[in-house]
């Protein structure tokens, strides 16, 4: 038998799970959260073998989870379930330390299956995410792009950072479009997803 515990905010969500979970007879669902602090408490509380984990969750954010779940419980395997794709989170989702990572588009036989390879020890990811890798070249930042991501993740504003920096708007744009080019990253909530995922880039000279 095959423990889970779901981690979703949406109540429709988990209970649309809870269904196809119960046509299997392999699978047991032992617990659920709705943020992320409670799925931490959760994970305390029950022993599983596989996370369903969404990534956008209120307290806690899927990615920021990934690292303190597996310091709880470094044996469970976690699939990510989510409404982003892939190429957005996928790396870093296996980088931290996912078994999987699927849309949640996908038919729920599709979901059944990961289950159960996950279970198995295999990793669910596409080709080009597993080989990323091992072909990625280390992220450089500068000493102003580090400063500049430090405050982003603080949730200051453009304004707020060039009056801190003592440069202008401009440059701060210009700034947060390098690192979203270096990053790969499409907004500002990408790259504090990041920098969260990261904390020790942040800390570099």
């Known amino acids: 038998m095959i ?3 779901l981690a979703d905010d949406h109540a429709v969500v988990r209970k649309g799970l809870q269904l196809f979970i119960g046509y299997e007879d392999n699978l047991e669902l032992v617990g659920e959260a ?89 990793k669910v990811f596409s080709d080009s995410v597993i080989n990323a890798r091992k072909r990625d070249k280390p992220i ?18 453009n304004k707020d950072i060039s009056e801190e920096l003592e440069i202008s708007d401009k440059t701060v744009s210009t700034y947060k479009l390098r690192l979203l080019n270096k990053i790969g990253a499409k907004s500002v909530v990408d790259l504090v997803n990041f920098s969260n995922s990261y904390p020790d880039i942040l800390h570099r000279n």
């Open 3 to 5: 423990k889970l515990i």
């Open 34 to 122: 709705a943020d992320g602090e409670e799925l931490l408490e959760v994970i305390k509380a029950k022993d599983a073998d596989v996370l369903l984990l969404d990534l956008d969750m209120p307290k806690l954010n899927g990615i920021t989870a990934i690292r303190k779940i597996k310091e709880l419980k470094p044996n469970l395997k976690i699939i990510i379930l989510t409404m982003h794709p892939e190429e957005i989170y996928g790396k870093t989702s296996y980088q931290m330390g996912a078994s999987g990572y699927l849309i949640k588009n996908e038919e729920p036989k599709v979901l059944i299956s990961a289950i159960n390879k996950v279970y198995e020890g295999e």
């Open 140 to 157: 450089r930042l500068s000493l102003r792009e580090i400063e500049v991501l430090k405050l982003l993740s603080t949730g200051k504003s």
